[in-house]
């Protein structure tokens, strides 16, 4: 359970704890027919509140969801939530849903889409992972192909994702390397995946079924800040194993070096330099606050 001074918003006005629930009948729950977003506050920010909003809005788009509020009025919500929640970091989970309806599948017969989101806190890893990366492993579920559900959407099916994950801790990892079905790496279960080899930077394109991800988006515009050449490409799990650092992002994991992929050491095992110092350039644009955890 969330923290008790967490702020909901939910169908047009904000809502205690207790009022914070949803039809057994919601088509988000009962078929993940729904969208999302994960989104930090930094210093009493939003961070990247437009580059959200469009993806959100992108995503229940390609969906055929109607969003109960334009962007202008939903970017106002969440700035009100930000000011009653009045702390200067947390993490904004905003959904939208197709509603309650009844039990068939038919979006049609839900009577209006359900909107809300929370604001509380959010501490994906321990310190520690930071400072020493993480371990690994390549999962057997693969990401889903874009001909089946295109991962550039934002939707409440995580259940592969999920399985991903639930690999990776059977096999005494953190995080799990999903490949899309040619057998190219896409992402991790969470997170999109860098890596650095003779200090080029590099992270699967777009084309190979990953979520376009904003934290991704701001390394990369970070990479040109800091002179590090960067590309867009098709990896495969030979590059991965043979980089001399390897690194996830995501709104709310940050920058995490992974230290150990499938058993094999990446570089020197430790947080690489690229790697380091991309760190300390996105610490320095979110205003110097802990990667590690917002509390
Ligand atoms: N890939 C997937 C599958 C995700 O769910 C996420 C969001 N947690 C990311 C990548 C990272 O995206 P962002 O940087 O926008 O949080």
Do not use: W
């Not at 809300?116 to 889903?144: C, N, Q």
């Not at 570089?267 to 955890?293: C, D, I, M, W």
Request: one cysteine or more.
């Amino acid at each position: 359970m969330g923290a008790k001074d967490m702020t909901v918003y939910l169908n047009g006005g904000f809502v205690s704890q207790e009022a914070a629930v949803v039809s057994v009948y919601d088509h988000g729950l009962l078929y993940g027919d729904g969208i999302f977003e994960g989104i930090r506050i930094y210093s009493g920010k939003i961070f990247r509140l437009e580059e959200h909003l469009r993806r959100f809005f992108d995503s229940a788009k390609a969906i055929l969801l109607q969003v109960p509020l334009p962007p202008d009025k939903l970017a106002a919500a969440l700035q009100e939530g930000v000011k009653r929640y009045g702390k200067d970091e947390g993490y904004i989970r905003l959904v939208a849903t197709r509603g309650p309806g009844d039990l068939g599948l038919d979006p049609d017969k839900c009577s209006a889409p359900t909107l809300f989101f929370i604001i509380d806190t959010i501490s994906l890893y321990p310190e520690k992972f930071y400072r020493e990366g993480i371990p690994v492993v390549t999962a057997s579920s693969r990401r889903l192909p874009a001909d089946g559900l295109d991962p550039r959407v934002k939707t409440l099916n995580y259940l592969n994702n999920i399985m991903a994950k639930v690999e990776a801790k059977q096999a005494g990892c953190i995080e799990a390397v999903m490949l899309n079905q040619r057998g190219e790496v896409a992402e991790c279960t969470a997170d999109n995946i860098f890596i650095v080899r003779d200090g080029v930077l590099a992270t699967p394109a777009p084309h190979c079924g990953i979520l376009q991800g904003i934290t991704r988006q701001t390394v990369l515009e970070l990479a040109i800040e800091e002179g590090i050449s960067a590309r867009e490409t098709v990896l495969t799990r030979f590059d991965l194993y043979t980089a001399d650092e390897c690194f996830m992002t995501g709104s709310g994991a940050e920058i995490v070096p992974v230290a150990r992929i499938d058993g094999r050491i990446i570089g020197s095992g430790n947080p690489g330099p690229v790697t380091e110092r991309l760190h300390h350039a996105f610490k320095r644009l979110v205003g110097g606050q802990s990667l590690a955890k917002v509390r």
